[in-house]
């Protein structure tokens, strides 16, 4: 089995900067595509930014230009840094991996547990 530990949500003021945190733990023979996701209240998950494993990017438009992503393959970690942040940022933000458990299976989704992010002054 694969594990997802977030860490790094928080409570920040307008025009703050935060970096979240996603380290794969367990069972893993390779990993794909990395990705955020949020879920404000009374609306549906979205996607906030993606990266492949050969390190292209995609970002939801709302975003573009204040957040970005990385990931370290060697560490099996994505990371989301998230500056200039807006009220209507605060949502849950959940990791989504894409994992290989061994060579015998294909890829499989994996979720984090979520980590609040609460953008207000």
């Known amino acids: 089995q694969v594990q997802l530990v977030e860490t790094g949500g928080g409570l920040v003021q307008p025009g703050g900067s935060l970096r979240l945190s996603c380290a794969a733990s367990?069972?893993?023979?390779?990993?794909?595509?990395m990705g955020w996701y949020r879920q404000a209240p009374g609306k549906q998950r979205e996607l906030v930014a993606l990266?492949?494993?050969?390190?292209?990017?995609n970002y939801v438009d709302s975003v573009k230009g204040r957040f970005t992503i990385s990931r370290d393959n060697a560490k099996n970690t994505v990371h989301l840094q998230m500056n200039s942040l807006k009220p209507e940022d605060t949502a849950v933000y959940y990791c989504?991996?894409?994992?290989?458990?061994?060579?015998?299976?294909?890829?499989?989704?994996?979720w984090g547990q979520g980590t609040q992010v609460t953008v207000s002054s």
């Open positions: 367990g069972s893993i023979f390779s990993i794909g595509d």
């Open positions: 990266i492949i494993r050969g390190g292209s990017t």
């Open positions: 989504k991996v894409d994992a290989r458990p061994s060579v015998t299976y294909n890829y499989r989704t994996y």
